[in-house]
């Protein structure tokens, strides 16, 4: 039996295995593998989808094409523009858009700086902030119908609380919603309450979120609560007050509920008759459907065209 041979092989070090590439089975079936592991999120992701686009999307695109159209004796005809000249025809087109830019800016006044105001009182308490949250927040868990004929009650000229409290004051009472004059502002001013609170929150939410340190350095240096809200608070949650000023924006420029409930809609000689409310007009008491499709499409464009324009200010004063 000869001995093993001591001397090394000349042949080289062995090379490891090449990886074998994946055929199409092992891509198959990895394929299947994930769809299987991820078949209840995709599941859900397509029924959000598919309620996107039944409950947003055809919404729009029905609208943008009854703005062009008309039904009569259920035939639907091709009619171009007249639509959107019916419209500016009517009077009553400019009365309801001046009553909205009205709106709009009272409710600027109140709506988005009363909210403000109100987080940067209770962000100042250090004990009971969620008592004052719940109790900022709970006008906006009331239905909206509840706090109308909480605020029917407030304006009724003859027994109302508000007249009453004016009344020990020596004032006058008013006709808070019979007057064309007064009417708007006691939409605004129920409105504003009704919901002030999801807004209030938001702010004071950003308002935690201010270092300490700054409000400190500027007490050193003997700032009043004036000037650190104005060179502290507002630069710091100025994103915040940015969104909210254009969610406000849109939101009031669409108000319906308020004046609806309130006023009846038109209120005294038209004073609370709003764009939303003139839609609704032509479309529930006219039957023109075509109308009002076509004045909805003019305020689509418009808070489109405002939304697009306020955020390019808002990049490039950024930059």
Same mark, same amino acid.
């Given at each position: ?201 938001? @702010? !004071? ?9 700054? $409000?400190? %350095? #500027?007490?050193?240096? *003997?700032?009043? &609560? +004036? ?49 939303? @409310? !003139? ?9 023109? $459907?075509? %109308? #009002?499709?076509?004045? *909805?499409?003019? &305020? +689509? ?19």
């Amino acid at each position: 039996m000869s001995a093993p041979s001591l001397t090394p092989s000349k042949a080289g070090p062995s090379r490891p295995p090449e990886p074998r590439a994946a055929g199409p089975s092992t891509r198959g079936g990895s394929f299947a593998n994930s769809l299987r592991r991820n078949l209840t999120a995709h599941g859900f992701l397509i029924g959000a989808v598919l309620c996107f686009l039944v409950f947003s999307w055809y919404p729009m695109i029905r609208e943008f094409l009854l703005a062009f159209q008309k039904t009569e004796s259920g035939q639907t005809t091709w009619v171009g523009l007249d639509n959107l000249e019916t419209v500016f025809n009517d009077p009553a087109f400019w009365q309801a858009w001046r009553n909205t830019l009205l709106f709009t800016v009272l409710a600027l006044i109140f709506g988005f700086a009363v909210p403000f105001v109100a987080a940067v009182v209770i962000n100042e308490f250090r004990h009971g902030q969620g008592y004052l949250r719940l109790l900022v927040y709970l006008p906006v868990m009331l239905p909206p119908v509840a706090s109308v004929l909480l605020f029917k009650y407030l304006y009724d000229p003859g027994y109302g609380l508000l007249n009453e409290v004016f009344g020990f004051f020596g004032v006058p009472a008013q006709q808070w919603l019979q007057d064309p004059d007064l009417s708007m502002l006691s939409v605004v001013i129920a409105a504003t309450w009704m919901n002030m609170g999801g807004a209030t929150l938001i @702010y !004071l939410a950003a308002l935690q979120g201010v270092p300490g340190e700054l $409000y400190e %350095a #500027a007490e050193l240096d *003997g700032a009043g &609560l +004036l000037r650190k809200i104005w060179h502290i608070t507002i630069p710091q949650t100025r994103l915040i007050l940015s969104l909210m000023l254009l969610m406000q924006i849109i939101a009031t420029m669409q108000i319906f509920v308020e004046p609806f409930l309130l006023t009846g809609g038109a209120g005294p000689e038209g004073s609370t008759t709003t764009v939303v @409310y !003139l839609i609704y007009q032509y479309a529930f008491n006219f039957n023109n $459907y075509g %109308a #009002a499709a076509a004045l *909805g499409l003019l &305020l +689509l464009v418009l808070l489109a065209g405002f939304s697009a324009l306020y955020v390019k200010l808002s990049r490039a004063e950024d930059k």
